[in-house]
Antibody
Framework: DVQLVETGGTLIRPGGSLRLSCAASGFSVSNSYMNWVRQAPGKGLEWVSVIHSGDSTLYADSVKGRFIMSRDNSKNTLYLQMNSLRADDTAVYYC????????????WGQGTTVTVSS | EIVMTQSPATLSVSPGERATLSCRASQNVHSYLAWYQQRPGQPPRLLIYGASTRATGIPARFSGSGSGTEFTLTIRSLQSEDFAVYYCQHYNNWLLAFGGGTKVEIK
């Protein structure tokens, strides 16, 4: 089965740092465009970042300069390093696979919750 | 930056009726447009990609149309499990964006 499992979400104080992980099974993250998408409580979906097959990354303006996306192909795992966290980063964070440039995001994890609060 | 705008924000429909959801892009996204369904407490589910191609396992009552800047998701004969929030998303360039969502509720 193709599956994504996010971990690492927790309660953290403003200004803190946190690393989320997304473990993939049933496919290789190195062959796909992998994304992080977040959803604040009661709000809509917000795209956060993408990593391409060539390891290049792009970020939404709201997280650029604070978040870093990476992957470890040997562990088949994605990461999202989140620095200088703010209250408006509070959300459920999903990782999602996009198999090719012609596709949408066809596989999603169940999400991990990040709460930024003092 | 491409901005995606969905309308209406809420759509009240009776079971068995048709629902028509709209999505507008601020720039031409060609056919690089996907639709997702999200039920409460669940991650999104891909319904449509390439503006009009149903994803694997999606029932034929879901259909997508449009290109460029105007897109439509039609749900024919709404079933109980179709009452949910629907999002459009462009992937014309790699600064992806979602619309604000349309909640389809029971009338």
């Amino acid at each position: 089965d193709v599956q994504l499992v996010e971990t690492g979400g927790t309660l953290i104080r403003p200004g803190g740092s946190l690393r989320l992980s997304c473990a993939a099974s049933g496919f290789s993250v190195s062959n796909s465009y992998m994304n992080w998408v977040r959803q604040a409580p009661g709000k809509g979906l917000e795209w956060v970042s993408v990593i391409h097959s060539g390891d290049s990354t792009l970020y939404a303006d709201s997280v650029k300069g604070r978040f870093i996306m990476s992957r470890d192909n040997s562990k088949n795992t994605l990461y999202l390093q989140m620095n200088s966290l703010r209250a408006d980063d509070t959300a459920v964070y999903y990782c999602a696979r996009m198999p090719s440039v012609f596709f949408g995001m066809d596989v999603w994890g169940q999400g991990t919750t990040v709460t930024v609060s003092s | 930056e491409i901005v995606m705008t969905q309308s209406p924000a809420t759509l009240s429909v009776s079971p068995g009726e048709r629902a028509t959801l709209s999505c507008r892009a601020s720039q031409n996204v060609h056919s690089y447009l996907a639709w997702y369904q999200q039920r409460p407490g669940q991650p999104p589910r891909l319904l449509i990609y390439g503006a009009s191609t149903r994803a694997t396992g999606i029932p034929a009552r879901f259909s997508g149309s449009g290109s460029g800047t105007e897109f439509t998701l039609t749900i024919r004969s709404l079933q109980s499990e179709d009452f949910a929030v629907y999002y459009c998303q462009h992937y014309n360039n790699w600064l992806l964006a979602f619309g604000g969502g349309t909640k389809v509720e029971i009338k």
